[in-house]
């Protein structure tokens, strides 16, 4: 499956975000490896935090239109302006981000354009909830067959396993 790096980036950032929160309450640092930018202020974490509730029910809705709901209400909360740029080198690619409105809002445009996008080019499905009993967690699945129900092996091995100790237990207590 081929994602934009673009693309790839802010629905990856979205995701990370939002488990930052479904993990606990993230420390600045924490916040700050995520979204790549230092300059985000401990006064401005309620902030961050209501963007990273807005961004969790994109993730793992039942069919497009509960994704396209949500994936809207986030859009319509966000300065986007599209624009085409080459800087760097880079071939031309879009920008849709309003540098003037600041850090907090270039993070929404650019986490709920990369999440609308995903959702018209691959589908609710790649936009995924952890299938581990107990786990919260999201992630976007770049899997080529749109596969991956898991956000980590160690939640897609503790599941398997458990199931397969559930069937031996079945199998020999019949």
Do not use: W
Not at 6 to 31: I, S
Not at 90 to 97: D, F, G, K, N, T
Not at 109 to 126: F, V
């Amino acid at each position: 499956m081929q994602f934009s790096h673009y693309t790839e980036n802010g629905a990856a950032t979205a995701a990370d975000l939002v488990n930052l929160f479904v993990d606990g309450t993230p420390t600045l640092e924490q916040v700050h490896a995520v979204v790549g930018d230092t300059r985000i202020r401990a006064d401005e974490m309620p902030a961050v935090a209501a963007l990273a509730a807005d961004l969790a029910p994109v993730f793992g809705a039942d069919d497009v239109s509960v994704a396209m709901k949500a994936v809207n209400a986030l859009l319509e909360k966000t300065p986007i302006q599209p624009h085409v740029s080459d800087h760097d080198g880079e071939p031309p690619h879009l920008h849709y981000v309003v540098e003037e409105a600041g850090r907090l809002a270039c993070l929404a445009a650019h986490t709920a354009m990369s999440l609308a996008i995903t959702l018209c080019d691959h589908g609710p499905q790649r936009l995924c909830r952890c299938a581990a009993e107990g786990c919260e967690r999201v992630f976007v699945d770049t899997s080529r067959n749109a596969s991956r129900r898991f956000c980590c092996e160690a939640h897609a091995n503790r599941t398997h396993v458990a199931r397969h100790r559930s069937r031996k237990r079945t199998a020999t207590s019949a």
